[in-house]
Nanobody, 123 residues
């Protein structure tokens, strides 16, 4: 059974940094894409970033390019999202997700989801 568990969220001032982690278990993810999505109150869940577990190709939403960095540690089966220069509009619940069919910006493509971790950026 696939499990994705996020951690690392919290409250930070604008301009600060946080690092989110997503611990993955339950199968081999070598052919998977893993991604980060976020959802603010009253808004749809939106794509943030994705990484191919094998090869490490990365993809970002325009709104986070240059500020966020996605990475993974194969030995620990863990994905990370380093978030720098945070803005109040980055406040949301952040979810990690896994797709067996390749990377996508569409949430519907991702089969497995974590429970989410709250990120709040104060102005």
């Amino acid at each position: 059974q696939v499990q994705l568990v996020e951690s690392g969220g919290g409250l930070v001032q604008a301009g600060g940094s946080l690092r989110l982690s997503c611990a993955a278990s339950g199968r081999t993810f070598s052919s998977y894409a893993l991604g980060w999505f976020r959802q603010a109150p009253g808004k749809e869940r939106g794509f943030v970033s994705a990484i191919m577990w094998s090869g490490g190709s990365t993809y970002y939403a325009d709104s986070v390019k240059g500020r966020f960095t996605i990475s993974r540690d194969n030995a620990k089966n863990t994905m990370y999202l380093q978030m720098n220069r945070l803005k109040p509009e980055d406040s949301a619940v952040y979810y990690c997700a896994a797709s067996p069919t390749g990377r996508s910006t569409q949430a519907a493509i991702y089969r497995y989801w974590g429970q989410g971790t709250q990120v709040t950026v104060s102005s």
